[in-house]
């Protein structure tokens, strides 16, 4: 029996976690894994190694992934699927586990139920934003970089008497800017979910400057919009902002409107890519892991067209059907509790 694995959309911390799980599991049970190099371009390109014990050892603290990744995506490339599928049975694979946020699990959503692909899927994700699951692996460790981060700004804005805009990732929800703001003391948390007036913003930072406290910390998630009755932004900058391919530069523009409206120096820092990289927390490792041995009991068992998930402190199977084709939105008591700290 052979099985194979790819790694498929953005980067993020855990991805090695969950390849070296299941290699470790298949080999316990005499199976070969295929390690399908760059996502799904590397099951089109017939670009693939066998993944032995040399090849995973060492890889549990890494970052990235050691198949390498890609966004190309079968759906938009359907010329691709036949050969694709052909690919697979020439290597007589039992099974395909695919490794990916909503974008590529809704692409092995597809495969499985109307090309009959026989596949597993693994949610990974720095956004947290996969329905079906409570949490993704990569989440916790941009979280805590995050958190990090933020403690590190709270010394120079506090000494220079700043406002401090942190924008932080967060393609169309803020898990990562509602967890990494409340734990690091941000003043202000504005996310897609709650469309913001300026107006509330500054009106805060006012507060707390005639309260005594001469700094503040603003976090930013990449998509978060202006509310329309207040949106200060020009057509050009929404266009720039939100590009669907590529988000940001919302905080540059938000420090430029505080600093206007408030008179309080703003400065802005853009974490970006630093977010997805470095080694994940231990968490993250463990819970790649036990979505890896949950991937390859499920291969065993035929639970194809479905995704390991975490429930509570249980690693079950969910339909990649019911799992794809919306976002899961930030949960609304998070935002709550953050509130209860704006200003």
């Known amino acids: 029996m052979r099985i194979g694995i790819l790694t498929a959309g953005g980067d993020c911390p855990g991805l090695n976690a969950a390849i070296r799980a299941v290699v470790r599991s298949a080999f316990s049970d005499g199976v070969d894994v295929l390690g399908i190099r760059n996502g799904y371009l590397g099951l089109f390109e017939n670009d693939v190694e066998p993944l032995t014990r040399t090849s995973i050892s060492g890889i549990l603290p890494r970052g990235g992934t050691i198949l390498g990744t ?59 934003d ?77 507060q707390r400057k005639q309260q005594g406290r001469a700094f503040s910390i603003v976090v930013v998630a990449e998509d978060a919009h202006t509310h329309a009755d207040e949106d200060f932004l020009t057509q050009e900058q929404g266009v720039s902002f939100y590009h669907h391919d590529r988000l940001g530069g919302i905080g540059e523009a938000l420090a430029a409107e505080i600093e206007r409206c408030t008179g309080i120096q703003a400065r802005v820092t853009k974490l970006g890519y630093v977010q997805r990289g470095g080694s994940p927390t231990a968490f993250d490792r463990i819970l790649a892991t036990r979505f890896g041995i949950k991937a390859y009991e499920m291969v065993r068992a035929g639970e194809w067209g479905h995704m390991t998930a975490l429930r509570g402190t249980r690693i079950v199977s969910v339909p990649l059907e019911d799992a794809v084709g919306d976002l899961k939105r930030l949960d609304e008591e998070i935002y709550r509790v953050a509130e209860v700290f704006f200003g």
Not at 74 to 79: C, D, T, V
Not at 139 to 163: G, K, N, P, Q, Y
Not at 184 to 199: K, Q, T, W
Request: charged share 20%; hydrophobic share 40%; with cysteine.
């Open 70 to 128: 890609s966004r190309f995506n079968p759906a938009k490339n359907e010329q691709s699927i036949p050969r694709m599928i052909e690919n697979c049975q020439a290597h007589q694979l039992a099974g395909l586990i695919v490794v990916g946020g909503e974008g590529s699990l809704s692409a092995a959503r597809d495969l499985c139920r109307d090309h009959q692909m026989q596949i597993v899927g693994v949610p990974k994700t720095i956004d947290n």
């Open 130 to 206: 996969v329905c079906g699951t409570d949490y993704t692996f990569g989440f916790d460790t941009a979280v805590s970089i995050v958190t990090d981060a933020i403690d590190r700004l709270h010394s120079t804005a506090e000494s220079h008497h700043r406002v401090m805009v942190v924008e932080v990732m967060g393609r169309h929800t803020g898990w990562i800017a509602a967890h990494g703001g409340i734990a690091g003391g941000a003043d202000v948390i504005l996310v897609p979910e709650h469309p913001f007036r300026i107006s509330r913003v500054c009106d805060l930072l006012l």
